[in-house]
């Protein structure tokens, strides 16, 4: 496994990896989820890129980008064991020179849930994604589901701006009791990581109610609600039943929805999602 | 010569283009200026890629887009005539389907000079050449001097994006009375026309008076405006004497500096520029 710095060293290693290019995206600080994304570029792709990178773009400035999580050797030795060909570092100071000044901003979707929570957000995502896009010139892009938003927001932006990149979503890793892996699980104390399941438990029990015919989008919004308030350590934040292509908010009979939320447990924000499909109404990206 | 409308068509015959691609971009209606762009791709690349495309997202609502004119048929006569290997003619309809929300902004370089009149037209011309570059994939891309602000946005982009691209820039042409080439010179009645070489002639006595030693920017600024004035189909909209890579306004003693202005003869605005370098002191960008 090679592991890269510069840009122009990252360029040179490029050209000469053979046949369709994978590439898996990353904060670094990886866990199961993001090894699931480097499986699977493995299985459909000649060879697999990753990138480590706390983009400073996407945080707010109350957000927590001093005390993200980050332990290189780990990461380096789980995509070493993954079967990884190369790995780009590169630095804030090569991402964004003094001088830098251009900026992608997706519209509409960026608008509810994330966007709305986190302003800029997305505009950090969107360009950071099309640099690493541009530097690394995959033929497939993987993400988690677990971002749903930002799934969503990459794949307009990859068909707005004609990459030929196929971007391929893949699902949410989570631990024993439901929780959804991420990086920021590690701020939790034992009580609020114990706590932090109530995400999941909304969501399942919101999903049973859809099985079993609720459809209104009143009621699921109020099933997710009524499950979080009897956890203390939660605040929610937002809960949302949404189109899953267009992130608008959903009212009334719904035949498909991306149910989300944000909850704070404690100090930490955590967020999470399903999709809600009837049988043979699922139309996926792909 | 293939000539392709369709993007996924495109992306096909991309591919199996030999070798290095240059590519020159274009709104049409072909001028020598246009031409100069294409020989000089052929000199330096293996495969010549031009595209035709009147990007209505870098006009503003009471700009010229309906009226520009277009003459594909003889477009194309002059780009197989000059040895392009392959033209791309997308339509309105492709490049901004329904729900087309992504744009790229470049921010300081676009709000002096043009930019600051015409707002939103560099968000545009940033995001249809993103666009057409990552449908294209070339390796070198071919820009006139003759927009020069065009020049500097694209190569700031460039960079600030990691397009793996080498921007060229390639002199003015000019008729022979020194009008800059343009496509809008189409608009000027003869009378306009005669007195369009007003610009090129303000540029020239400035330079001239820099070469026999006026440094101070706002001699240079003076002496234009008082060629400009004596022609009365002209009116002038701005001048400037600027930082030719940050665009910045200069005051005081200058070095290098590009002179430009935009001015309107009748109803026709019209735009020209020269860089001014002592001996020794200019750094090409390429």
Partial sequence: MQIVTALEELREVRLRLPGLVG????MGYLHAGHMSLVKQAKVE???????IFVNPSQFGPQEDFAAYPRDLERDLNLLEAAGCDLVWTPTPEIMYPSGHQTWITVEEITKPLEGAMRPGHFRGVATVVAMLFNAVQPQRAYFGQKDAQQLAVIRRMTRDLNFSIKIIGCPTMRESDGLAMSSRNTYLNP??????????LALSIAKVAFENGQREAEKLHQTMSEVLVKEPLARVQYISCADPDSLQELH???ERALLSMAVYIGKTRLIDNIILFQEGNYASHD
């Fill in 252 to 254: 009334g009979r719904v």
């Fill in 45 to 51: 792709s000649a060879s697999v890129v990753a990138s």
């Fill in 191 to 200: 009580a609020e990581r114990q706590a932090a399941n109530v995400l999941y």
């Fill in 23 to 26: 590439f898996v995206p990353t």
